[in-house]
Nanobody
Framework: QVQLVESGGGLVQAGGSLRLSCAAS????????MAWYRQAPGKQRELVAR???????LYADSVKDRFTISRDNAKTTLYLQMNSLKPEDTAVYYC????????WGQGTQVTVSS
């Protein structure tokens, strides 16, 4: 059974930091490109950052130089280190795995107060 379980969200003040984790199981994690998406109320889900199976990364312009995506294939876990958080980063954050199939987690809420 495939599972992607996000954790690490919460309430933080502007300028603070959070580290999200996404624990994966039920598929060959190392072979999958992984990504973080987010969806704010009333807005479409958008790509935050992506890391390929080989470790190449890509970031949305809005989070460049503030967020860092990483993966630990031995622990089958995806991470998102978020620094210098802004109120506009408030959203539900989802992890996604893509290769032969596409899998989504259930999301974790991040709220940044001003």
């Amino acid at each position: 059974q495939v599972q992607l379980v996000e954790s690490g969200g919460g309430l933080v003040q502007a300028g603070g930091s959070l580290r999200l984790s996404c624990a994966a199981s039920g598929f060959t994690f190392s072979m999958y490109d992984m990504a973080w998406y987010r969806q704010a109320p009333g807005k479409q889900r958008e790509l935050v950052a992506r890391i390929t199976s080989s470790g190449s990364t890509l970031y949305a312009d809005s989070v460049k130089d503030r967020f860092t995506i990483s993966r630990d294939n031995a622990k089958t876990t995806l991470y998102l280190q978020m620094n210098s958080l802004k109120p506009e980063d408030t959203a539900v954050y989802y992890c996604k795995g893509a290769n032969y199939n596409t899998y989504w987690g259930q999301g974790t809420q991040v709220t940044v107060s001003s």
